[in-house]
């Protein structure tokens, strides 16, 4: 297993040792900026990290023997390098039993079937090599392995996996929940293509974890399940992953546990979306990348998409990590249930029912997590046509990095503190709050772009029904439909006289300059802060310079043009009135 090592503050205790986890949350949302509207003295959370475990590397294990298997349709499997008779052979279906020896074995798989599969039991570490291999199972799984211990494997040539929509041959004392199952971990690695597709259950299935290193590409389907799945763990470090869900409920990678990208590029695309679960009793929306305890962005690219009603793109019962790489997120379902009014399969009087219950509603939103939300790098843009476009339950630390969120309801919401210290920040909400918070929220660093849709949504929102305030304490501020009534300005904001529409406006402060362009909607009233007074011009001319914000800004621009737009001191007693808090 990987050594997971996590730099916190004492305020989160992690503890994952082997495939042992535990976590353990603080009671509550602590504020822990505490008194006095400043975040300064107080240590928080910076990086989390996972080592990469040497023996996940195939060099690192010797093999006893390597056993070829070659597929045929044309007179059944032949077997070579079998000199304990551990491969027992059916037509198609070969059955490895390796219980009985110590030996590592290297299983080499060629050739095609369309009524076959490949089947081990084993206490020992194995490889199985993919040498242009393609394998159809109408009852099942197409590879299935049973062993506990790791498992290679190498990607070489064309390769194809694919199940049937009935599991009928399992025995009842096994499992076998993908087109390709393991019980043990499952490493990828080589050079070659690897097409799963799964009509039945899941694509790939580890009870233990998956790790995907460089090299391979992978595109994997699942109609009924999911498209990946470690129970301990997915670790994305490399190559190249298609992924593509279609049932409702289920995800493109989920883990119960850790989702790490440290590199490859990954594209996931969802189309399934809420329904009934009749095992657990509830209803469950679908997401692109589900982690139920930690989700790590370290580097390498994250490309989601979510058509499915109540869908989310990146989802999680506990806390996310944002440190490097770069994520697209694209939700444009509709909420279900509650605005939708209708059921999925299985619920209460099936399709075509109705219901104002709370129960069954989900919301259709780009980055959603139970725990706490640290942003410290990487570029992130999160969109959702409906919802919110990134969510905590807990709190939002940004530190660094450039964040895009766009949104009909809040583009950034946090249902505890929210502060920002650093990086690039753009909320846009075409119906709420760019930025809302229902603690205190802090801006202190940082270049900050937020539009609000107008009265009673604000630009940035904190919750002053329940004695919460807005802080402005640094960064650079540009500000489309007022602040919380009541805000602190430590550091003096600016009233502009006017502002107009898909216009391109500069902005220096001191020797930087910086270029944003007005969206087509928004509140009144633009709101302008920096280190030192701002200069503001309206109707300017950029050319050349780095995109931010997906087009609505530009750094070391060239620009030229414009007229001066006066600016006069914004006091709290002009904010405006604030949002409603947590959407529902």
Request: proline share 2%.
């Amino acid at each position: 297993m990987k050594k997971l090592v996590l730099l916190l503050a004492p305020v989160i205790a992690f503890s994952l040792t082997g495939c042992n986890k535990e976590i353990l949350f603080p009671d509550g949302d602590e504020d822990i900026y505490g008194q006095g509207g400043s975040s300064s003295g107080v240590t928080k959370p910076t990086t989390i990290t996972v080592e990469q475990d040497e023996e996940d590397l195939i060099a690192g294990t010797s093999f006893t023997r390597t056993i070829s298997i070659t597929f045929s349709d044309n007179g059944g499997a032949t077997v070579s390098g079998d000199e304990n008779g551990i491969v027992k052979v059916s037509g198609n279906q070969v059955t490895v039993d390796n219980t009985a020896t110590k030996e590592k074995v290297k299983y080499e798989l060629s050739g095609s079937t369309t009524n076959g599969f490949l089947k081990i039991y084993s206490n020992n570490k194995q490889a199985l090599v993919l040498n242009g291999v393609s394998i159809t199972n109408p009852a099942g799984a197409a590879i299935n392995n049973q062993g506990k211990k790791r498992c290679f494997v190498v990607v070489n040539g064309q390769n194809y996996l694919a199940d049937g929509t009935s599991y009928s041959a399992t025995p009842a004392d096994e499992d076998e929940k993908a087109a390709f199952f393991s019980e043990g971990q499952l490493i990828f690695s080589g050079e070659g293509w690897l097409e799963v597709k799964a009509v039945g259950k899941s694509g790939i299935t580890s009870d233990d974890y998956l790790n995907f290193l460089a090299g391979p590409t992978l595109k994997v389907s699942s109609s009924a399940g999911h498209g990946l799945r470690g129970k301990d763990a997915v670790y994305v470090n490399g190559g190249q992953l298609d992924v593509t869900a279609s049932a409702h409920m289920k995800k493109g990678i989920t883990s119960d546990s850790l989702v790490v990208f440290n590199g490859g590029v990954t594209t996931i695309a969802v189309t399934g979306g809420t329904a009934y679960d009749d095992e657990e009793q509830e209803y469950k929306a679908s997401a692109g990348v589900k982690a139920d305890q930690i989700f790590v962005m370290n580097d390498g690219t994250l490309t989601i998409t979510n058509e499915g009603q109540g869908g989310k793109g990146i989802s999680g019962d506990g806390v996310a990590y944002f440190q490097g790489g770069t994520v697209d997120v694209t939700v444009t379902g509709s909420n279900y249930g509650k605005s939708s009014q209708s059921f999925g399969p299985g619920g209460p009087g099936g399709w075509g029912g109705s219901s104002s219950s709370s129960d069954n509603s989900k919301s259709a939103k780009g980055t959603k997590f139970d725990g706490n939300i640290f942003i410290s790098g990487g570029t992130i843009s999160s969109k959702a046509a409906n919802h919110e476009g990134i969510e905590s339950k807990g709190r939002i630390e940004i530190t660094g990095g450039n964040v895009f969120a766009q949104s009909k309801d809040d583009a950034i919401n946090s249902a505890g503190m929210l502060a920002i210290t650093g990086g690039n920040v753009c909320a846009y909400s075409t119906g709420n709050d760019g930025i809302d918070a229902n603690g205190n929220c802090y801006i202190e660093g940082g270049v900050i772009y937020a539009v609000g849709s107008g009265s009673p949504e604000v630009a940035i929102d904190a919750n002053a029904e329940a004695s919460c305030k807005l802080y402005v304490n640094g960064g650079t501020l540009f500000a489309i439909g007022g602040l919380e009534g009541g805000a602190v300005l430590s550091q003096k904001c600016y009233q502009a006289s006017s502002w107009s529409k898909n216009t391109w406006y500069s902005m220096a402060v001191g020797n930087n300059s910086y270029a944003f362009k007005t969206p087509s909607s928004g509140g009144s009233g633009l709101v302008v802060s920096g280190a030192s007074q701002p200069s503001l011009k309206s109707g300017v001319s950029v050319t050349g310079g780095t995109d931010y914000f997906n087009g609505m800004a530009k750094q070391e621009a060239s620009i030229s043009g414009g007229s001066d737009v006066s600016l006069s001191t914004y006091s709290s007693s002009n904010s405006g009135p604030g949002g409603w808090g947590p959407g529902w």
